[in-house]
């Protein structure tokens, strides 16, 4: 009973940390029904006088959102999709094989975690130019089909999973490829999951790499295409509160429906062992 | 957890000892096949970097020493020119600064609450399993998307947070437009949105530490506060580590919430490396590439040095690969 007691401050400074953290979030999407009025008005009202569905109407004539979604959808997933596959083979030969300059080619591969993004794009931009992929799927895609991240992520999974069990189905004569797929994959869903999500979010939510490396509207991802829109009226408040809300609504729903997965499936397993 | 890889790594070796006299023949074969298959495993990972992130690198390198410009005129060879004119332009060393701040700041102010708040959130009630939850999401919005929320919340004109405060009596001055406040603000608004990434990875490790250690520790006599920092903590040292290191990386590089909420502004007092080279490359004419790129040589050396830095530092069991 004790302890319950000591435990009251902590639980209101965490429920004041948990209206801050509601508090923006709530109001967009509240304020993406105000009309153009009640938006900028002084005094602000949390809830607007009235309803209204004025700012998607317009959001949804001044850009193909549908034809948007589904690019996002598929430069996420396919970048998602085989970044998993492409990064759990390093991983595991890092991880789990022998071999000359395996410590000199992690440390470069950490190395290019460090690269800002910024430094690599007027390159990477004349490079996917002269290969003629500029403004496609595909040159959306396989820059980002490998990540360092993904790597140094699965390798440290992977050497926290006991290695007694590949080194049975080693000697039971079972090829490398045999064992990262029968047991190191099935024992790393979690990871998976947690990476998955991870890099599904960042490149939904990327800005400047899709923005540079398409040029049409019907080529764009959401968030790039609703970018223009609020670069371009960036005064009107409206419109960009209702594009705010459309950019983040599905990996919003998206962590809902898999926040099981994600909390507990770092909590399960992400460091245990 | 590292006892035991080294134990492991100790047993092959003694193997590998005891078939000594076998080796000269057997293993060198066996090795090469093995080694070449750890190379087929690296295969397409290590085209896709090669290409798409080790050729632009190189290729950075290389147009920083040209005077080559967004239309892809001019690209003859400066040498090292646009390097010395780095060194003396005072909007580098003012991007630095500033970049610099952001980064001692929010990296350990991210760190700190999600350490803090963990504290509080230990028992893993159905409760804290919600909180988690809330943190994380304005991880998964845009920072773009935050930006321009907190960016309207906070407008002197129409924003509801000045309105609110009014209404206590504080009378919250123009934050994004004010020299002085700008920078903490933006700070305070990359800490909202990222320190529940921090908080779950952390918390998820907490939960990873094994319960005998926390039953050892109440044997000792120790109590909820000291368990977290002699338990919790120590167990936890290299999800810390590992947070500390990403979050210092990102930080490093921060560009989009300063984009949108300040534009590098007021009087440059916002303005970030990565601020700066866009500006330089991309908005203000003549749009020089070649000279944005040194910038962004400079950059990448930067964070070179501060990340090999703190890895030492906070990845001890890391020498190990």
Redesign the interface.
């Known amino acids: 009973m004790k302890?319950r007691k000591?435990?009251l401050p902590?639980?209101i400074?965490?429920v004041l940390?948990?209206i801050?953290?509601?508090f923006?979030?709530v109001?967009?999407y509240v304020?993406s029904f105000k009309s153009d009025i009640d938006?900028?008005?002084?005094?602000?009202h949390?809830f607007p006088s009235r309803f209204v569905t004025v700012q998607y109407a317009y959001v949804m004539k001044a850009i193909p959102v549908l034809r948007m979604l589904v690019n996002t959808v598929l430069f996420a997933g396919l970048v998602t999709v085989i970044s998993l596959?492409?990064?759990s083979?390093?991983a595991?030969?890092?991880s789990r094989?022998?071999?000359?300059g395996?410590?000199m080619?992690?440390s470069i591969?950490?190395?290019?975690?460090?690269?800002?993004?910024?430094?690599?794009m007027?390159?990477?931009y004349?490079?996917e130019y002269r290969m003629g992929i500029l403004n496609t799927i595909v040159g959306l895609v396989?820059?980002r089909?490998?990540s360092?991240?993904g790597?140094f992520m699965l390798?440290?999974f992977f050497?926290?999973i006991?290695?007694s069990l590949d080194e049975a189905a080693r000697i039971d004569g079972m090829s490398?490829f045999g064992i990262?797929r029968t047991i190191t994959l099935p024992l790393s869903k979690p990871a998976f999951v947690t990476l998955g999500i991870f890099h599904f979010?960042n490149n939904?939510?990327?800005?400047?790499y899709p923005m540079m490396l398409t040029s049409s509207a019907e080529n764009r991802t959401l968030?790039a295409g609703l970018?223009i829109l609020?670069g371009t009226h960036s005064i009107k408040?409206g419109p960009?509160?209702a594009a705010?809300a459309i950019?983040?609504t599905p990996?919003?729903i998206l962590?809902f429906a898999g926040?099981k997965f994600?909390?507990e499936g770092?909590?399960?397993s992400?460091?245990?062992? | 957890?590292a006892e035991?890889?080294m134990v492991?790594a100790g047993q092959i070796e003694c193997g590998a000892a005891r078939r000594r006299p076998a080796k000269r023949s057997g293993k060198q074969t066996g090795?090469r096949r093995?080694?070449k298959?750890?190379?087929l495993?690296?295969l397409?990972?290590?085209a896709?970097?090669t290409?798409?992130?080790?050729?632009?690198?190189i290729?950075?390198f290389?147009?920083s020493l040209t005077d080559i410009n967004i239309y892809m005129k001019g690209g003859s060879f400066v040498g090292l020119d646009n390097f010395r004119k780095a060194f003396h332009d005072s909007r580098v060393w003012n991007a630095t600064l500033n970049t610099c701040v952001f980064t001692l700041f929010e990296v350990p102010l991210q760190v700190f609450l999600a350490l803090f708040?963990l504290?509080?959130?230990m028992?893993n009630r159905r409760?804290d399993?919600f909180?988690?939850?809330?943190?994380?999401?304005?991880y998964?919005?845009?920072?773009?998307?935050?930006s321009?929320?907190?960016s309207?919340?906070l407008d002197p004109?129409?924003?509801?947070l000045p309105?609110l405060l009014s209404k206590v009596g504080i009378q919250l001055p123009n934050l994004l437009g004010s020299p002085t406040w700008a920078m903490p603000t933006v700070i305070f608004v990359s800490v909202?949105k990222s320190f529940?990434y921090t908080l779950?990875?952390l918390?998820?490790?907490a939960?990873?530490v094994s319960p005998s250690l926390y039953e050892s520790a109440e044997l000792d006599g120790a109590g909820?506060w000291q368990q977290f920092f002699y338990v919790t903590i120590p167990g936890?040292r290299?999800?810390i580590g590992?947070c500390l290191v990403?979050t210092l990386?990102t930080a490093?590089?921060v560009?989009?919430q300063i984009y949108v909420m300040t534009g590098g502004g007021p009087l440059y007092k916002t303005e970030t490396l990565?601020g700066y080279?866009?500006d330089r490359?991309f908005q203000t004419a003549p749009y020089n590439?070649g000279y944005?790129?040194s910038i962004?040589?400079y950059?990448?050396l930067l964070?070179?040095v501060v990340?090999a830095v703190t890895?030492r530092y906070s990845f001890g069991q890391d020498d190990e690969?």
Do not use: H
């Open positions: 302890k000591s435990q902590g639980d400074l965490l940390i948990m801050l953290v509601l923006p979030l109001w967009l304020s938006v900028i008005k002084w005094t602000p949390f596959g492409v990064d083979l390093a595991y030969a890092f094989m022998r071999f000359r395996r410590k080619l992690f591969i950490l190395l290019t975690m460090m690269v800002p993004f910024q430094v690599i007027i390159p990477l004349m490079e396989l820059p089909a490998s360092a991240y790597i390798t440290s050497r926290n006991p290695s490398e990262y979010m939904w939510n990327d800005l400047l968030s970018a609020v408040y960009t509160l705010t950019s983040v990996l919003l962590f926040q994600f909390v770092i909590a399960t992400g460091m245990k062992e | 957890m035991q890889r492991s090795t093995s080694q298959q750890a190379y495993f690296l397409p990972s290590l896709i970097l290409v798409f992130v080790f050729v632009p690198l290729g950075a290389g147009i708040l504290m509080f959130m028992r409760f399993k909180l988690r939850s809330v943190f994380y999401l304005p998964v919005c845009s920072m773009t998307a935050i321009i929320v907190w309207m919340l004109n129409s924003g509801m309105y909202w529940g779950t990875i918390s998820a490790a939960l990873g909820r936890i290299d999800s590992f990403t990386i490093l590089q560009f989009d990565v080279i866009y490359g590439l944005a790129s962004a040589v950059l990448f964070i070179a990340t890895r690969l």
